[in-house]
Structure formats: structure tokens, C-alpha cells
């Protein structure tokens, strides 16, 4: 699945629309990084440098100008290094395939950003990328140094960070059918997990098999490290050992989600090893999955993103009283955070090109409206480390977590990661189900 010429060339439109009159946007597309030795990590472009250009080779500069002409920097075609790591689009595919105006080699790239510059009201590029930062710099003061000669630097910096990030907040048709189908790889892959899991396997072994499902559905790689906690691991939040045995009576708690054509995926799962939930680990789950139930009706057009979060608190901190693990008015509780004992984390976040998406939470200081288009996770948790002494032993080393992506639209939330059990008896019957065909 790709997006269009058309959107990206759109995108760059409403970018440049968007900035002082004269303005230029330089962007980077970062570089390889090195595992070890000579062998590379693989290169995934930077989000924004993708989303307005659809370009994903490394050391790449994109310079966006007038009505959104797009002028590509990139390494030069090359037979003899092509031999040894792979295509390059170089100068004419990157006119070709990507819809440059005008496009060069990367040796070229000083005096092409300095032609680029010269003349130009406003530079707008990443102000967090210090090595386009110092590059743009060298190049200002180059143009200085000409004045007399009739150069003329910018001599107004905007950082693009917060313009592409309202872009990018709200997703477009094409956007929202990668993240579905995404969503729908990584539905499948905790399927299989939870039909091949069983006390006495490591954790990376049911990892194996979400990997498996990713890739073989056309997912080269996972949006982020998976998590794959059994037992008391649940309850550290970004649990990435993977390693250690699933043992009898454990919950396992698996936080995956595919990458698709860039777009993020973000699922989490609980479950029991043995395909049976006890009485606590039973009680705590529906605790979460009302919590859940609760968030989701907050997720309507024109409501505060933080409603739902708000919604869950409340849900949790009245059940966690009722279990007794909480014990005062649920009220008070709640504006002491006292509920953060067992709940540290927000509800939700943007999805996207990111799994933590750009976009803002709060606008004028206060908790922005939910619009059509955007994409959010709701993911409520409860996490009784084995080291609370304040509550019952029965609770202790319980971790649980149940996340879905959201889209919101105007006829009401649409989860994209439908179709895959949330309620005790749907996960049991799904496990059951499993074990008796082994």
C-alpha cells in the first residue's frame, strides 16, 4: 500500500500555505547507524521527511519552495556500490518516481542549499537536528559574507517541527487504510500468540511468533520493541528482555504492534498462560476492561482528548477501593493520584508515523477538541508490583494492560484493531479453543 504522488505533492501545498510568504523548508533525512563493526542497522526514514516526500533513502535533504516544488538531495546512482548494498533512485529517479522539481547529487548539496537560501525571507527547518542545524548555519553565513555582492541570507528561523505535527495529526484516506491494514497484521499476530502460548516457554518463543506474523503478512519489522511480560515482568511498562520462562498461572502481557509502509500499529494484550483466568487476575481485568469501556465513550468529536483518560481514572480508582486495594473517597483519592500506585501512566496517545505520534495534547493551555481523523491508542493498565506490602498477597506481581488504535469520526470511535477478544470469556474460549486442536 503507498500514498500517492499527489498527497505528498498536496501535503508540501498545505505546508508551504501554511508559512510566511518567501519561506524555504530544509529537512533531513538522517543517516545509517551502525550496529557494530560494519554491519548497519537498516535505515527507516524520518517520519516527517517521509510524509512530504515519500522518500526513504538515507542522507537525503529535501528543499520545499514556492507552491510546494520539491527540490531532492540524494546519493548519486553508483553500479559499484549498488553491488554491494543495494538500489539507489539517484538524481533522475528521485525527478521520476517522487515528483521532484529538480534534484541532485549529494556532493552538490552546499551550493544548492546556498542557491536555495539566497534571496529567501525565512529558513524553516528542525531545530532539534543539530547537524542540519550547524550545515544551515555554515551556509547563512556563507551568504552573509556576500552582502556586497548582492547575496541575501534569511533572516527569519521557524522551527517546521510544530507545523508538520497538525499536519500530521490528522490522517487523510490513505493514511487511515495503511493503519487499518496494520492494525489488522497485528490482530493476527497476537491471535497467534495467544493460540501457541503455554506454560514452559520463554517469552521470546511467543515473541517468535509474533514476528512471524508480521512478516509473513508483508510487516518487515515491528512499530517498536515488543513487549512480552509473564508474571511480575507485566508491571514494568516497557519490559523488552523477552527472556525469561512463562510459567503456570502467569498472566502474559504482550504490548506489539506492526509497522506498515512507515505507519505504526499498537496493540496490547493479557492473558493466562494456562488459558484460565484466576479470581484476582480475573477481578483485575474487568476492573481494566470497564475502565476501557468508560474511556471509549469520551472518544467523540468535540470532546477533550483528556476526557477519556479521565473516565478511566475514575472507573479504576472506584474499582481499586471496592477490591480494597485503595481505600478513602474515590474523589479525593483522585486528586491526590493516589491511584498512580497501580495506574502511573496516561490512557492514550496519537498514533501514526510514529507510534507516539507528533501533535500537542493541550492548546491555550487547555485539553485540545478531538477531531475527525485522528488516530489515538486507549490503553488503560492496573500494575501491583510483588514489592506493595500494602496490599493483599493475592494481588501482588499482577500486571494487565489492554490497548486498542482508535479512529475518531463523526458517527463515533471506529477501532482499528477490531476483531480480536477483549472479554475473559472470549480470550478463554479463543485459548480453549486452541488447546483442544494440539
Known amino acids: 500500500m503507498k500514498i500517492t504522488l499527489q498527497t505528498y505533492q ?17 529537512i533531513r533525512n538522517g543517516e545509517l547507524a551502525v550496529r557494530n563493526n560494519d554491519c548497519d542497522y537498516e535505515f527507516r526514514p524520518d517520519s516527517s521527511f517521509y510524509y512530504l516526500t515519500g522518500f526513504s533513502e538515507p542522507s537525503a535533504y529535501a528543499i520545499i519552495s514556492g507552491q510546494g516544488d520539491l527540490t531532492l538531495v540524494s546519493l548519486p546512482k553508483d553500479p559499484e556500490k549498488e553491488q554491494w548494498d543495494g538500489f539507489r533512485y539517484g538524481v533522475e529517479g528521485a525527478i521520476q518516481e517522487f515528483g521532484a522539481t529538480q534534484a541532485f547529487a549529494l556532493e552538490a548539496l552546499d551550493d544548492t542549499l546556498s542557491t536555495a537560501l539566497d534571496g529567501a525571507d525565512c529558513l524553516v527547518y528542525c531545530f532539534a537536528d543539530q ?61 497467534q500468540a495467544m493460540r501457541s502460548v503455554k506454560p514452559g516457554l520463554k517469552e521470546y518463543q511467543l515473541e517468535a511468533e509474533l514476528n512471524y506474523v508480521f512478516m509473513k503478512s508483508g510487516a518487515r519489522q515491528p512499530a517498536y520493541n515488543n513487549i512480552v511480560a509473564s508474571g511480575s515482568n507485566a508491571c514494568v511498562l516497557h519490559y523488552i528482555k523477552n527472556d525469561e520462562d512463562i510459567k503456570d498461572g502467569d498472566l502474559v502481557l504482550i504490548d506489539a ?48 482528548y483528556e476526557a477519556c483518560h479521565n473516565a478511566a481514572v475514575k472507573t479504576l480508582t472506584t474499582g481499586l477501593v471496592q477490591l480494597g486495594l485503595l481505600s478513602g473517597e474515590v474523589d479525593t483519592l483522585i486528586e491526590s493520584k493516589a491511584y498512580r500506585d497501580f495506574y502511573m501512566h496516561n490512557t492514550g496517545h496519537w498514533l501514526g508515523l510514529d507510534v507516539h505520534d507528533f501533535g500537542v495534547y493541550k492548546l491555550a493551555g487547555e485539553s485540545r477538541a478531538l477531531e475527525e481523523g485522528m488516530v489515538l491508542t486507549i490503553e488503560p493498565g492496573l500494575y501491583v508490583s510483588e514489592d506493595n506490602l500494602k496490599v493483599d498477597p493475592k494481588w501482588r506481581g499482577i500486571g494487565i494492560r489492554i490497548e486498542d488504535d482508535v479512529l475518531i469520526t ?14 475473559i470469556s472470549e480470550i478463554e474460549a479463543l485459548m480453549a479453543e486452541a488447546h483442544s486442536i494440539r
Not at 498536496?10 to 530544509?26: G, K, Y
Not at 477481578?283 to 472518544?299: F, I, N, P, T
Not at 463523526?410 to 472479554?423: D, I, N, Q, R, W
Request: charged content about 25%; aromatic content about 6%; overall charge negative.
Open 10 to 26: 498536496f501535503r508540501r501545498e498545505r505546508l508551504m500555505a501554511a508559512l510566511p510568504d518567501n519561506s524555504v523548508v530544509v
Open 131 to 191: 547537524m542540519l542545524r550547524e550545515q544551515l548555519a555554515v551556509c547563512r553565513d556563507g551568504l552573509a559574507a556576500r552582502v556586497r555582492l548582492g547575496a541575501q541570507a534569511p533572516v527569519q528561523l521557524l522551527d517546521v517541527t510544530n507545523y508538520v505535527a497538525e499536519m500530521r495529526l490528522r490522517k487523510d484516506a490513505e493514511e487511515i487504510a495503511i493503519m487499518e491494514a496494520a492494525a489488522q497484521i497485528s490482530v493476527e499476530a497476537h491471535k
Open 257 to 304: 504492534g506492526a509497522e506498515l509502509s512507515c505507519y505504526a500499529s499498537d496493540i496490547t494484550r493479557t492473558f493466562p498462560a494456562n488459558g484460565k483466568f484466576s479470581e484476582p487476575q480475573a477481578a483485575l481485568y474487568q476492573l481494566v476492561l470497564d475502565a476501557y469501556q468508560d474511556g471509549m465513550k469520551e472518544l467523540t468529536v468535540g470532546n477533550p
Open 410 to 423: 463523526a458517527s463515533g470511535p471506529y477501532v482499528l484493531t477490531h476483531g480480536l477478544a477483549k472479554e
